[in-house]
């Protein structure tokens, strides 16, 4: 019998960098890292009856400057692992599913300017080929201050969790809709 290419067993599993602590999943600089590493060792996987090569497109970070600005800009102060994600990457999506994605500072403003939001929320991203966002409270505390805002029906649901567990979870569901999810027993 021959074998298959294709196949991957335990041993070919990407190695982690020698100083990852595993209590630091969430940190989003282990998530960018562990992401840019599928990037550079394709592999497909299955998602909604189909078979997906998961590709991951970051844009540039922003810098320390930009958020600062943004930051002045809106008033408030942002979550420190949404932070710490602008300036890895100023944004990113999923190279084969259009309909999620999350937004870089310009398009955050943008978003004001188009979007009739409390001035306390920033739209952080699109979700469900653009019928919901994702937005942040910053009035909220950083653990619960992640909401999806329906545009349809204007429903606005909290997804009690900071940047860092909402970016886990978005790129587990490879930008699906986990938070609709809880019928199958996930808690929030």
């Not at 550079?40 to 320390?64: A, E, K, L, Q, R």
């Not at 979007?115 to 306390?120: G, I, L, N, R, T």
């Not at 966002?133 to 992640?146: F, M, N, P, Q, R």
């Amino acid at each position: 019998m021959g074998t298959n290419s294709n196949n991957r067993d335990k041993n070919d599993i990407l190695p982690l960098p020698e100083d990852y602590d595993y209590g630091d999943y969430l940190k989003i600089s282990n998530i960018i890292h562990q992401l840019r590493m599928l990037n550079d060792n394709p592999g497909y996987i299955y998602n909604h009856g189909v078979s997906i090569n998961y590709i991951f497109s970051f844009n540039d970070g922003c810098t320390p400057d930009d958020i600062c600005k943004l930051e002045e800009n809106i008033g408030y102060l942002l979550p420190k692992d949404y932070k710490e994600f602008l300036l890895y990457t100023n944004g990113m999506n999923f190279s084969n599913h259009v309909g999620s994605y999350l937004v870089g500072i310009g398009e955050i403003y943008i978003n004001q300017n188009i979007f009739d939001y409390p001035q306390s929320t920033i739209v952080i991203g699109s979700v469900c080929d653009g019928s919901a966002h994702v937005v942040i409270d910053l009035k909220k505390e950083h653990d619960a201050c992640i909401f999806i805002h329906d545009v349809y029906s204007g429903n606005l649901q909290n997804l009690n969790c900071g940047f860092a567990l909402f970016f886990n979870r978005f790129i587990m569901t490879y930008g699906s809709a986990f938070w609709e999810w809880a019928g199958i027993g996930l808690s929030f």
